[in-house]
């Protein structure tokens, strides 16, 4: 189960951006394990499941970092040697500009590979909200400076 859902759930809290994804993503398994036994459903239901534990992972986190922040280095200026592309800095630095609420939408959508009405039960927003969030953060997405230079870099403009 780990190496199925743990590349989408790592790449969930990475574009959240949150501070320790790898950490996260580990905290998310260990919560699955424990309460596996009690869990009832098929494939599906258990793809909702993980991402459900996810969600409220980072809604945790958030919570926590917002009564003791914390002070972080400033980010690098260059993208890192080794790790993410170029193409996947850009895109990181795209879904920052995004607000929370579609940044959540987006990623649950589109990296956990989740239906607008599981996307809606996870985030306890209705479906027409999470349409108009989806809409909006793709709108953003495609008009953002990072990704119109990636595009230029790649031969797609």
Known sequence: ???????????????Q???????????VFVAVTERL???RGDDDALRRWVFTIAHHRRVDEIR???????????APTSPPTSGPTPSDVDLLRA??????????????RYVADLSIKEV???TG??????KMLQARGLDALAEH????RAREISGDA
Do not use: H, N, W
């Open 145 to 148: 400076p990072a990704l119109e």
């Open 17 to 27: 951006r949150m501070r320790d994804p790898e950490g996260l993503t580990g905290d």
């Open 1 to 15: 189960m780990y190496e199925a859902f743990a590349p989408a759930v790592l790449g969930y809290f990475r574009a």
């Open 125 to 130: 927003k209705r479906a027409g909200a999470v």
């Open 120 to 122: 809606a039960k996870i």
């Open 64 to 74: 926590r970092s917002t009564r003791r922040p914390e002070v972080l280095e400033a």
């Open 95 to 108: 879904m920052g500009s995004l607000t929370p609420d579609q940044r959540d939408v987006l990623t649950l």
């Open 37 to 39: 036994g009690r869990f």
